[in-house]
């Protein structure tokens, strides 16, 4: 793993500040471990090349020459005397923002729970464009994308259904509205025997509601679809989902091709019945619930362009929540994989943001 990696490579003063597992797990230590821009650049050249520099263009592997008076980590091949920067390939290319602005950036977004909003973002930061700050936000955004991401599911059930975030209702006929449609898949996992610290705690409660602290959320998958259609539901459990794995969804027919495709399909009408819905479809909705809390809370709504993008946040968020300080490290060992959005690409709307 790169963070082992760098961590076997930092001075000793370094390593001190260090969790065992190679990156920093509170802010004195973030402080300690990333005190410069050479401290920064060094972390990020290990991420970028754990073997030791190989040239992207010849592909020599050795110890490059330098240039300590520039100010952007610029690297030459020994070889065949070609210039890499550092920041080339990733989310951090062709910024004039100092590398440790970019850490900085990096450890508030993933370490805080309730993430940051721009305006957030840019106060903390000292940034002085409100433009600049929502930018660097969608550009760290596109490196909580694993393009290799693996499906869920297998050897966990899995609930799937949709959900309506944003905007209003205008008045223009029943059934009529202006909000996004969102489709969410998430395992659902029982809990190890002695593992359930709540349930156990607590005496006297009712069987039934033992069972339901018996079980969590696993990993999740959200995406903003176009609508509540067969092709774009079935395109995303497809994509999702592990084949052959158990799915639980309501009666809607958009989901009616899902056994004749390889998956267990296990169906219930709800018929709105809150019950129905607590037994059949817990997780899935309790993760709506807290979706649609913080885009509001944080983030005071957002937009359906740039949707996809918040939706990408929080699952990456949520699917770390359990070892939350170690999403510093996976976002930039992410970030250098990333393809970043300009910021007219942004702005104009011809950026389409990867779907977590």
């Known amino acids: 793993m790169p963070n082992r990696l ?17 990156f920093p797990t509170t802010l004195p230590e973030f402080q300690r471990v990333f005190p410069s821009d050479a401290a920064c650049a060094a972390y990020l050249e290990k991420l970028r090349w754990p073997g030791g520099f190989a040239c992207p263009k010849c592909g020599a592997v050795g110890e490059p020459y330098r240039f300590p008076k520039r100010s952007s980590v610029v690297l030459r091949c020994r070889g065949c005397q070609a210039n890499v920067s550092l920041t080339a390939g990733t989310v951090m290319q062709a910024s004039h923002m100092p590398l440790s602005m970019w850490f900085w950036g990096a450890y508030l977004v993933t370490t805080q729970t309730p993430g940051q909003s721009a305006l957030q973002f840019q106060r903390q930061l000292g940034i002085s464009r409100y433009e600049t700050a929502f930018q660097t936000l969608h550009k760290l955004r596109a490196g909580m994308v694993r393009p ?41 996992r029982r809990r190890r025997e002695g593992k359930d610290r709540a349930v156990e705690g607590r005496r006297g409660h009712a069987e039934e509601k033992r069972g339901k602290r018996a079980v969590y959320a696993g990993r999740l998958r959200l995406r903003h679809v176009p609508s509540r259609s067969a092709e774009d539901l079935t395109a995303f459990v497809k994509e999702n989902v592990a084949k052959g794995a158990v799915v639980r969804t309501d009666g809607w027919q958009g989901y009616d091709g899902l056994a004749k495709l390889g998956y267990d399909h296990k169906t219930v009408v709800l018929e709105g019945d809150p019950e129905k819905t607590d037994a059949h479809l817990p997780m899935i909705h309790l993760v709506f619930s807290n979706l649609k809390t913080w885009l509001l809370g944080t983030h005071h709504g957002v937009s359906q362009q740039h949707l996809q993008a918040y939706l990408n946040e929080y699952v990456f968020r949520f699917n770390r929540r359990f070892y939350p300080m170690t999403a510093f490290n996976s976002v930039l060992g992410l970030v250098v994989r990333a393809v970043p959005p300009t910021y007219e690409e942004l702005y104009s709307g011809k950026w389409v943001h990867p779907s977590a």
């Not at 961590?7 to 500040?17: F, N, V």
Request: aromatic share 6%.
């Open 6 to 22: 760098f961590a076997k490579r930092l001075e000793p003063r370094y390593l001190a500040a260090m969790d065992p597992r190679g």
């Open 148 to 188: 290799d991401r693996d499906t869920i599911g297998g050897q966990y059930p899995v609930e799937i259904d949709e959900t309506l975030v944003g905007g209003r209702t205008r008045g223009e006929g029943r059934g009529v509205h202006h909000k996004a449609t969102v489709v969410g898949a998430v395992e659902v």
